[in-house]
């Protein structure tokens, strides 16, 4: 069984950052793959990146390339999430899940944070 909690939303305003973090309960936590995903009003979740157990593979979708940032710390069993130049279009609620496959699916995702609020002002 694994928690995942995520925090560091809030409200920004476009061009500006954010660094999610999402922390992990457990001793497994080394052993998934982590996905960051996001919902946005009315819309459905979506993905929007990925690392390996490992921290050495990462994959962005591409509305998010180039400015997104995932990363790693095992030791502290947490996954960030680094949001630079960030638009309106980002605004959304954004949720981290765990899972053993190397994959964009949400289906192959086994547990999920409860979501942290991103807000993008013009």
């Known amino acids: 069984q694994v928690q995942l909690v995520e925090s560091g939303g809030g409200l920004v305003q476009a061009g500006g950052s954010l660094r999610l973090s999402c922390a992990a309960s457990?001793?497994?936590?080394?052993?998934?793959?982590m996905g960051w995903f996001r919902q946005a009003p009315g819309k459905e979740r979506q993905f929007v990146c990925r690392i390996s157990w490992n921290g050495a593979n990462t994959y962005y979708a591409d509305s998010v390339k180039g400015r997104f940032t995932i990363s790693r710390d095992n030791a502290k069993n947490t996954v960030y999430l680094q949001m630079n130049s960030l638009k309106p279009e980002d605004t959304a609620v954004y949720y981290c899940a765990s899972g053993n496959s190397w994959s964009a699916r949400q289906p192959d995702y086994n547990y999920w944070g409860q979501g942290t609020q991103v807000t993008v002002s013009s």
């Open positions: 457990g001793r497994t936590f080394s052993r998934y793959n």
